[in-house]
């Protein structure tokens, strides 16, 4: 562990260099819930601190790349080095831990970023269980492209679907839907996952 120098009284830049953990016991994966949201979004703690999930990347001149552009905005970010990549966290100040509030649906007023895929055949994914650390148990999972999505939700239509899932992408979060008997289900990606062997 490095001396801490620097001075505590003026605010420094280099504070807001990304710092970048390459070992797990530098940060414990988990979910925060932000102000004003009904939904948890992945995360990772450090120093006491949450930093939620902004992007996963393959390459660390990338990851660096966009860590830096939060950082030109004075944002604080983090890089933790993935098994498949490098995943880019920001800090969120006002993330807290405690279930989540269920607030009123706001109705979209902004489009939806990226275009959402509904995976209609099993042939597009593989089903699986998981482990995340803030979780005691397994988790429902897809295997997509060679990344893990946890089971967010199952809903009845489409519709329901691709909004919520607007939502979601709006806070960073990567997301597929899988067309299921019962409805529609919504994966989240979970970059820190393990896979459940049995």
Request: with cysteine; charged share 25%.
């Amino acid at each position: 562990m490095l001396p801490h120098t620097l001075a505590q009284s003026a605010p420094n830049h280099s504070d807001l260099t990304p710092k970048i953990l390459e070992s797990r016991d530098q940060y414990r994966s988990c979910h925060v819930c932000l102000p004003g949201e009904d939904y948890r979004v992945a995360a990772v703690a450090v120093d006491d601190q949450y930093y939620s999930l902004v992007k996963v990347v393959k390459d660390y001149p990338r990851s660096l790349e966009i860590a830096g552009r939060l950082t030109a905005t004075g944002k604080k970010a983090v890089i933790t080095k993935l098994a498949k990549g490098y995943a880019i966290w920001r800090l969120e100040p006002d993330a807290y831990t405690d279930s989540c509030p269920r607030s009123p649906s706001r109705s979209l007023t902004q489009p939806i970023g990226l275009p959402i895929k509904i995976l209609e055949s099993s042939s597009e994914y593989k089903l699986c269980h998981i482990r995340i650390s803030d979780l005691d148990q397994r988790l429902a999972a897809v295997i997509v492209d060679g990344s893990y999505y946890g089971l967010f939700k199952i809903v009845t239509t489409q519709q329901q679907a691709l909004l919520l899932a607007g939502k979601l992408q709006r806070k960073d979060e990567r997301v597929v839907i899988t067309k299921t008997s019962q409805g529609y289900a919504l994966w989240v990606l979970e970059p820190d996952a393990i896979i459940c062997e049995n």
